[in-house]
């Protein structure tokens, strides 16, 4: 069981907007430490996407976003494309734990 | 651009050392704001933070593991270490290397290696 837990999996049509949520607690998210996702295609190696809460690195397009508020955070992606279909990962940092993350999201593009 | 490449068995025996170097290119290891990590996926699985290195030595574990895994730098060749002791079948995993920027989030990955733990 992961500290911070994301849904198993989501799904959306394409040109729709998908969210996945990453829910925390006191310890960890809530405590104020930032959230970062990562995006992780099929056979390939995690992929920064999102970082201090809603920082896009350079080459990551517009469509993804992210937010947090309390104990959860968020990861929003508008205009789904088939090519973004893979597992989503949060990331942040427990006070007992130190590095946690997401059990992760399957993003399926129907 | 920060480039790294795990290397190491990709078999191990059970109760056996597993062992791993991670090579940096592209930049020093010895840049200020990055902790040098190792990451594993269990097949099917879910990412599982290992611990990380700063270049001057300060090392932090995932409590749990503390016990198991040791990680070194060796900054005349730009490489960082894992080893994890005493493993056992749980320990098979894809095994990924990263840089830790500010020791916060992770922005450079290895390709991954896969340890199969196996007599």
């Known amino acids: 069981q992961s500290v911070l837990t994301q849904p198993p999996s989501v799904s959306g049509a394409p040109g729709q907007r998908v969210t996945i949520s990453c829910t925390g607690s006191?310890?960890?998210?809530?405590?104020?430490?930032?959230v970062h996702w990562y995006q992780q295609l099929p056979g390939m190696a995690p992929k920064l996407l999102i970082n201090?809460?809603?920082n896009r690195p350079s080459g990551v397009p517009d469509r993804f976003s992210g937010s947090k508020s309390g104990t959860s955070a968020s990861l929003a992606i508008t205009g789904l494309q088939a090519d973004d279909e893979a597992d989503y990962y949060c990331?942040?940092?427990?006070?007992?734990?130190?590095?946690?993350f997401g059990g992760g999201t399957k993003l399926t593009v129907l | 651009q920060v480039q790294l490449q795990e290397s190491g068995p990709g078999l191990v025996k059970p109760s056996q050392t597993l062992s791993l170097t991670c090579a940096v290119s592209?930049?020093?290891?010895?840049?200020?704001?990055?902790?040098w990590s190792w990451i594993r996926q269990h097949p099917g699985k879910g990412l599982e933070w290992l611990g990380y290195?700063?270049?001057?030595?300060?090392?932090y574990y995932k409590p749990s593991l503390q016990s198991r895994v040791t990680i070194s730098v060796d900054t005349s060749r730009n490489q960082f270490s894992l080893k994890v002791n005493s493993v056992t079948a749980a320990d098979t995993a894809m095994y990924y290397c990263?840089?830790?920027?500010?020791?916060?989030?992770?922005?450079?990955w290895g390709q991954g290696t896969l340890v199969t733990v196996s007599s």
């Open positions: 990263a840089s830790a920027h500010n020791s916060d989030y992770f922005d450079y």
């Open positions: 592209g930049g020093s290891i010895t840049s200020g704001p990055y902790y």
């Open positions: 290195i700063h270049y001057s030595g300060s090392t």
């Open positions: 006191s310890s960890n998210i809530g405590a104020g430490y930032d």
């Open positions: 201090d809460n809603s």
């Open positions: 990331q942040s940092y427990d006070k007992s734990l130190r590095v946690v």
